[in-house]
Every structure is written in C-alpha cells, then in structure tokens.
C-alpha cells in the first residue's frame, strides 16, 4: 500500500531563515509528488509537482523540492520564509494515473517576525 | 473566471438533519472528488466521480451520499447516519483519475449540533 510521511506536524522559522518541511513517500513503483499548500479555512493550491522529469522541481512564491528516490523523499525548502507562507503544508503522493492521491498529516508552518 | 465554487461558506445544522453542500467547476473536468478535513489531519476521500452519472466510494463514504447529473456539478449530502458530521469539506476535480493534480474549492465548514 502506498503511504506518505510528513515528519513533522509544526515548523517554526524566522522570516528570511530556510524553510524545511520533510516527506517521505513508501511505494514500489515511481510516484507523482505533490506539494499543496492551505491557508486558513481554504481550500488547498499547488505549490509543485514532480511526474518523473527533472528531480529538482520549481513552484510557486520561491519553493522548490527535490525527488530523491533513493531516500524515498521529497523534501520542500525555500530560501528565505516571509510571512505570508506562514499556513498548512500538504505532501501528496499519486502512484500511476487511475490511483487516487494519498495525503500526508501536514505540516503547520509558522513563521516569526 | 474557471475554477470550483462550494456554497456555502458556513453552515450550520442540528443533528438528526440531512443536509447537501454544494460543488460546482467550469474547468471542464472529468473527474471530481469530496474530501473530509479534520483538525490537525490530512484529507480523506469520501467519494469520487469519473464521469457523469457514475461515481465511486473513497475511504469513508459511510454517512454520506453523492450524485453526478451534470458533468459540472458533484453535490455531497451528509445524512443523519454520519456520526461525526462536523467537518470542513473540501471539493476538487481533475483533468482525469489519481495521477493528475487536483484542483480546490475554498471549502464548507460544517457544524452539527
């Protein structure tokens, strides 16, 4: 069964310090990967995807993420955390098309002045 | 505009009442998905739809039920079987199946008192 990890639950950074927020994804077979974000009573936006080509992937608002198959991760990271990324954090993992998406806990990332 | 609208924003109910949220996308998508969203939790699926007239149960769809008489809308009617109705639920719909990114609406937030 596939599963995804979001180790963990709040992160807390300094605006303009790295942000990190770690997933880890279990499966046999190649994923797609997701990274979603959520704002206060909001639906969700996606941030970046990653469906197999280049193992470093580009989002929105100055995310990235790198798939890293032989760590089974795929980890989010921005260089510089302003205050406006402060929300929920959402890993999603897709194994082939017809499967449906396995949503990681989440990750709240609050970020301080 | 395109995207997915979900009527209404807030809404409250007393127990005992069914009750239907509404999920309607001008994307021109096939497929379309009712989530159930928890505090401090991910998304669960509740159910699915691939095409019109056709759909499909998610990971708790007991309490709830669903029709798909019109490609554009997916309405989700929480019955008086769901134990713990209250819960902020979130449509979304896709070009196809799974391994596609998933578009959002803003969300319901439901209170059963």
């Known amino acids: 069964a596939q599963s995804v990890t979001q180790l963990d639950s709040h992160v807390s950074v300094s605006e303009g310090t790295p942000v990190l927020l770690r997933c880890n994804y279990s499966s046999s077979y190649s994923p797609s990967l997701f990274w979603y974000v959520q704002h206060p009573n909001k639906g969700l936006q996606l941030l970046l995807k990653?469906?197999?080509?280049?193992?470093l992937v580009k989002g929105i608002n100055g995310f990235e993420a790198e798939f890293k198959k032989s760590e089974t991760s795929f980890h989010l990271t921005k260089p510089s955390a302003h205050m406006s990324d402060a929300a929920e954090y959402f890993c999603v993992v897709s194994f082939n098309a017809g499967n449906m998406l396995t949503f990681g806990g989440g990750t709240r990332l609050m970020v301080k002045p | 505009d395109g995207g997915i609208t979900q009527s209404p924003k807030y809404l409250f109910r007393k127990e005992g009442q069914n009750v239907t949220l509404s999920c309607e996308q001008n994307?021109?998508?096939?497929?379309m998905y009712w989530y159930r969203q928890d505090p401090g939790q991910g998304l669960r699926l509740i159910y699915y739809?691939?095409?019109?007239?056709?759909?499909q149960k998610g990971d708790i769809a007991e309490g709830y039920s669903v029709s798909r008489e019109k490609k554009e809308s997916f309405p989700l009617t929480v019955t008086s079987a769901q134990k713990n109705p209250t819960a902020f639920y979130l449509c979304?719909?896709?070009?196809?199946?799974?391994?596609?990114?998933?578009?959002f609406g803003p969300g319901t937030r439901l209170t059963v008192t």
């Open positions: 990653y469906t197999s080509a280049a193992t």
């Open positions: 979304a719909s896709s070009n196809e199946v799974g391994g596609f990114e998933q578009y």
């Open positions: 994307l021109n998508h096939d497929a």
């Open positions: 739809s691939q095409i019109v007239n056709d759909f």
